[in-house]
């Protein structure tokens, strides 16, 4: 029973550490957090905000007491329950730390606005990056959204890789907020100096390369050539790339990826993939991603034809396949849903 203690201990703290980390606005990825399945959800549902205090030691001492046997009873509960109580207090500076940190790197949400004083109905929620003070592009959502769960909350702590803004391009991680779709979703694009409504290429449903994007790809296409802003309504979450219209755009692809199965071991520091295909290459950046985890080196060659990805080994514990999604500023995103399998 201590060992359960000690690891779920060590789950809160780990939370509160990453919540402290301003995950928001950063592209690296934040690290871990505790388990869709794990307690501390349970907790953090029956809060408004993050810094509702004392919902978040009711519903500790609510959980703890009803399930004495997670926790060890011996040990005493009001002593488990008041050292869990720290992890209220650092959770509390969630906002505070996420609006800092996001205003810094030029991301303005309505997340933070004074009228939202219960996470669980937040309505009226955007996004938007802007670069030398210039917007660039936004994401808003026309339904409700429930900020306090699991979801939502590794949405904000991978928020940098999960949404990319460039210019005449968005990117949005189909592989790993597939339901975000379902909210109403209208992303916009910004400085854009086209005569015309501009043609946008999109990212394949199976993500493997990038094509003209119709009908089952957006709808609601609006352009003001007078202001630069062109809006749409995306029918699923994907990458995306407005140019002339009549360009002709070169297609990224990912054609092979090895190795495809990676034997996961605590005492190797990392692991390397080599993907191969066509166009995977930027001259300003280029990332490679499994699942939610960025690699710390990528390395490409200027014909595009092959990247190599290294990943830090102690990101992949959890066995099972993870997407691959590799992404080239201002030129596109392609990506293998079933990239790599941990075994």
């Known amino acids: 029973m201590k060992q359960k203690r000690k690891a779920v201990l060590a789950s809160l703290a780990l939370l509160a550490m990453v919540a402290l980390a301003a995950p928001a606005a950063l592209a690296e990825d934040r690290g871990p957090m505790p388990d869709e399945d794990d307690f501390f959800w349970?907790?953090?549902?029956?809060?408004?905000?993050?810094?509702?205090?004392?919902?978040?030691?009711?519903?500790?001492?609510?959980?703890v007491t009803t399930h004495p046997d997670e926790f060890g009873a011996g040990d005493g509960i009001?002593?488990?329950?008041?050292?869990?109580?720290?992890?209220?207090?650092?959770?509390?500076?969630?906002?505070?730390e996420m609006e800092t940190n996001m205003t810094a790197e030029g991301v303005a949400t309505s997340l933070f606005n004074a009228e939202n004083?219960?996470?669980?109905?937040?309505s009226g929620l955007y996004f938007q990056k802007s670069e030398n003070g210039a917007p660039m592009g936004r994401i808003s959502f026309a339904n409700t959204i429930d900020f306090m769960s699991y979801r939502f909350f590794n949405f904000m702590n991978n928020f940098g890789n999960m949404v990319q803004?460039?210019?005449?391009?968005?990117?949005?991680?189909a592989a790993m907020v597939p339901d975000m779709?379902?909210?109403?979703?209208?992303?916009?694009?910004?400085?854009?100096?086209?005569?015309?409504t501009p043609d946008i290429y999109v990212t394949t449903s199976g993500g493997s390369t990038m094509r003209k994007a119709n009908a089952s790809d957006v709808g609601d296409v609006s352009y003001n050539a007078a202001t630069g802003e062109l809006s749409f309504t995306p029918k699923h979450f994907s990458a995306f790339k407005v140019v002339a219209k009549g360009?002709?755009?070169?297609?990224?692809?990912?054609?092979?990826?090895?190795?495809?199965?990676?034997?996961?071991?605590?005492?190797?520091?990392?692991?390397?993939?080599?993907?191969?295909?066509?166009?995977?290459?930027?001259?300003?950046?280029i990332t490679c991603m499994l699942g939610f985890n960025?690699?710390?080196?990528?390395?490409?060659?200027?014909?595009?034809?092959?990247?190599?990805?290294?990943?830090?080994?102690?990101?992949?514990?959890?066995?099972?396949?993870?997407?691959?999604?590799v992404t080239a500023a201002g030129v596109g995103e392609v990506r293998k849903n079933h990239g790599v399998k941990i075994k």
């Open 294 to 325: 960025s690699a710390n080196v990528v390395t490409s060659n200027v014909r595009g034809k092959k990247i190599t990805c290294q990943f830090d080994m102690s990101n992949f514990s959890v066995k099972g396949w993870y997407p691959l999604t």
């Open 181 to 196: 779709i379902n909210y109403g979703s209208t992303l916009t694009m910004y400085g854009l100096d086209f005569p015309v």
């Open 42 to 63: 349970d907790v953090f549902a029956e809060m408004t905000t993050p810094e509702d205090y004392s919902g978040c030691v009711t519903a500790l001492n609510n959980y």
């Open 247 to 285: 360009t002709k755009v070169t297609k990224m692809k990912i054609s092979s990826v090895k190795k495809k199965t990676i034997k996961y071991n605590a005492n190797q520091s990392s692991f390397t993939i080599t993907v191969k295909g066509k166009s995977l290459y930027s001259t300003s950046n």
């Open 165 to 173: 803004f460039d210019d005449g391009y968005i990117s949005l991680n």
């Open 117 to 122: 004083t219960n996470w669980h109905t937040i």
């Open 78 to 96: 009001n002593q488990i329950i008041a050292e869990m109580t720290e992890m209220c207090v650092q959770v509390g500076q969630m906002r505070t």
